[in-house]
């Protein structure tokens, strides 16, 4: 299946965006641990949160979290301290994402953990049991979901957790909210050094909590005010002092022509008409934006160098080579340099005549991409269904924004 997507001319619309999943599935974990009963409110209704729930709830001895990156993390490490032997698993891809330095982690900390199929990958048989605690010398460079795995099984430890980051640590906003979600819950973490955070042991307290809207998702909608001159957008839900590291993302859409006005309860959007001639930026605490970031320079003809995006190789696909393909359906020739740094000079290339933009089970890909339409008059998205990963009425927000969706 694939959409063809054509746009209004003017967009005014109010926005409910979903609830943060970052939120939720941290938030689901440490709920767990607490061992109480204390509802959490607003919890995001993608498919990586329903996994997680399912997988929390229903206690299976299979646990299948499909392409659940997060899910995958969080709870590897859960049932580590968790009684039963479980096998979690997920989709092909999940099967080729690297597990390996979470694994080794937990094994030095006494974890039984078992690969099923290839060394070094998903599928893993864990069977939980009472771990003390102690240190743990850990890769800060690959992905914060590691860290915060182990940050919020260190809660729960007898005696806590003192973990040591090495090499350029990524994406270090999501390891701060860890933290701040973390102190929510009873515990106590803190930097004890520039790459070393210790964990006081001892459980986590029941505790209500309600999680706020998604910042990641907001930026489809900054993209989408970026490349239409007439748009003014309202999204609900959204603070000025998030803990959520995308919430950065607002100051960088200014470059690319978007105003973010803080209004009572959200935030309204506006289309400005300066832009930057040139964007340069380190994107290594909001790697989730980069497709964003990427598809709205080509998109208004902005020259870009975006580094810090070591940790794109290792999603849902590769997103490196996921949008160097599919720009280059549309005319435009970027270069990556290493695993890290990706790069548009304004080269150009005829496009091709009726692109259609293949989304790799990616959700990022498809919602990154249809405001494309904004800039052709129209795009074609296949398997648009991707989107249920993360933000699950997209498309329903999109028809109520003005655009119109047409399957084939």
Same mark, same amino acid.
């Given at each position: 299946?694939?959409?063809?997507? +054509? +746009?209004?001319?003017? @967009? ?7 609830? /943060?999943?970052? !939120? /939720? ?12 009963? *204390? ?20 206690? #299976? ?14 709870? =590897? ?21 690297? !597990?390996? !330095? ?20 998903? #599928? ?5 049991? #009472? ?5 743990? =010398? ?5 992905? /914060?979901?590691? @860290? ?20 350029? !640590? ?22 004890? /050094? ?45 603070? =000025? ?34 832009? *930057? ?47 160097? =393909? ?83």
């Amino acid at each position: 299946m694939t959409y063809r997507i +054509t +746009t209004p001319k003017r @967009i005014r619309a109010e926005i409910q965006l979903p609830s /943060s999943k970052s !939120i /939720s599935n941290r938030a689901l974990v440490l709920h767990a641990l607490s061992g109480g009963e *204390a509802m959490l409110e607003n919890l995001s209704d993608c498919d990586d949160t329903m996994v997680m729930i399912k997988a929390l709830r229903d206690k #299976p001895e299979v646990v299948d979290i499909m392409a659940a990156g997060t899910a995958m993390r969080f709870l =590897t490490a859960y049932y580590c301290i968790t009684p039963g032997t479980r096998i979690i698993t997920g989709t092909e891809r999940m099967k080729h994402r690297p !597990i390996s !330095i979470l694994v080794d982690a937990l094994r030095s900390l006494g974890a039984e953990i078992e690969y099923v199929e290839e060394e070094g990958f998903p #599928p893993l048989r864990i069977t939980g049991k #009472p771990l003390k605690g102690g240190e743990v =010398t850990l890769e800060g460079s690959v992905s /914060s979901q590691y @860290i915060s795995a182990l940050l919020m099984m260190g809660g729960a430890l007898e005696e806590g957790l003192t973990l040591h980051l090495t090499g350029n !640590i990524v994406s270090r906003p999501y390891i701060e909210l860890t933290m701040q979600l973390m102190k929510d819950f009873g515990a106590e973490a803190s930097w004890i /050094s520039e790459d070393s955070i210790c964990v006081k042991g001892g459980g986590y307290q029941v505790t209500p909590y309600y999680i706020e809207s998604d910042w990641s998702a907001a930026s489809y909608w900054y993209e989408i005010v970026a490349l239409c001159p007439r748009a003014r957008i309202e999204l609900p839900g959204l603070f =000025t002092n998030s803990c959520q590291g995308d919430s950065k993302g607002a100051l960088l859409f200014e470059k690319l022509g978007v105003k973010t006005e803080f209004v009572k309860g959200g935030v309204q959007l506006t289309n400005i008409s300066e832009c *930057a001639k040139r964007l340069e930026a380190d994107l290594v605490e909001m790697p989730d934006l980069a497709q964003t970031f990427v598809v709205t320079c080509c998109m208004k003809g902005v020259p870009f160098r975006f580094t810090g995006l070591q940790s794109l190789r290792i999603k849902e696909t590769d997103r490196i080579s996921a949008l160097i =393909t599919e720009l280059r359906k549309l005319g435009f020739v970027l270069k990556a340099e290493g695993d890290e740094t990706l790069s548009w000079e304004g080269e150009w290339r005829p496009r091709e005549e009726h692109p259609i933009i293949a989304t790799y089970e990616d959700h990022r890909m498809a919602m990154a991409f249809a405001p494309v339409a904004l800039f052709l008059g129209e795009i074609e998205i296949a398997n648009p269904e991707v989107v249920s990963k993360s933000y699950p009425h997209f498309w329903e927000d999109l028809k109520k924004a003005g655009f119109l969706l047409i399957e084939n």
